[in-house]
């Protein structure tokens, strides 16, 4: 993380409490620290192949919303908008950092929203609040917001679905990473 920009630092530590906070509501939750595996899925797969089944769902989920990211983008003024806010707001990030921003708001986003939240409070409440973390911070990026609150949805039916967060986990990272190497080399005209 040394010679990374002052908002991956913050990013780090968000994420860090994020995980934190994970592991403490559902120790505290269910006297346990398995946040893995949903409680009462609605299929339940042995765990190889629930991992690995959640794995290839996830990369395949999340390369078709990066896909219809920037098809957004590439489309419309508002995908054009979002974008040039996100290359302002975040630079040339080195791939190093892209690849630690996708790995840790992956893990630290899905283990808090899925795995400890959504088993306790549903997957509406568990998806608004996911929504809620993402807030604009100029009207262009209420966009967004929307958008994280209907992944929320989308990546929290997979955890129920498939009982782990190997899907949602695999999907968010994959969204992020390509995402953001996109909003790195890509300057809408």
């Given at each position: 993380m040394r010679g990374s920009s002052t908002p991956v630092r913050g990013a780090v530590l968000l994420y860090g409490?994020?995980?934190?906070?994970?592991?403490?509501?559902?120790?505290?939750?269910?006297?346990?620290?398995?946040?893995?595996r949903h409680p009462e899925p609605l299929?339940?797969?042995?765990?190889?192949?629930?991992?690995?089944?959640?794995?290839v769902v996830g990369v395949v989920f999340g390369r078709i919303v990066a896909w219809l990211s920037r098809w957004a983008v590439r489309r419309t003024r508002w995908?054009?908008?979002?974008?040039?806010?996100?290359?302002?707001?975040?630079?040339p990030l080195p791939d190093s950092d892209i690849l630690l921003l996708a790995f840790l708001s992956a893990a630290a986003e899905e283990c808090f929203f899925r795995g400890a939240l959504q088993p306790t409070v549903g997957l509406v409440a568990a998806s608004l609040m996911f929504?809620?973390?993402?807030?604009?911070?100029?009207?262009?990026?209420?966009v967004w917001t929307i958008e994280?609150?209907?992944?929320?949805?989308?990546?929290?039916?997979?955890?129920?679905?498939?009982?782990?967060?190997?899907?949602?986990?695999?999907?968010?990272?994959?969204?992020?990473?390509?995402?953001?190497?996109?909003?790195?080399?890509?300057r809408p005209a």
């Open positions: 409490l994020l995980a934190v906070g994970a592991v403490t509501w559902v120790l505290a939750d269910r006297g346990t620290i398995d946040l893995w299929w339940r797969f042995p765990f190889a192949a629930g991992l690995a089944g959640g794995l995908g054009a908008g979002l974008h040039e806010e996100f290359h302002a707001l975040l630079g929504g809620g973390m993402h807030l604009p911070v100029n009207k262009r990026f209420i994280a609150t209907v992944l929320g949805f989308a990546l929290g039916a997979l955890f129920w679905a498939g009982g782990q967060l190997a899907a949602p986990v695999a999907a968010h990272f994959t969204i992020n990473y390509e995402n953001l190497h996109f909003v790195r080399r890509y």
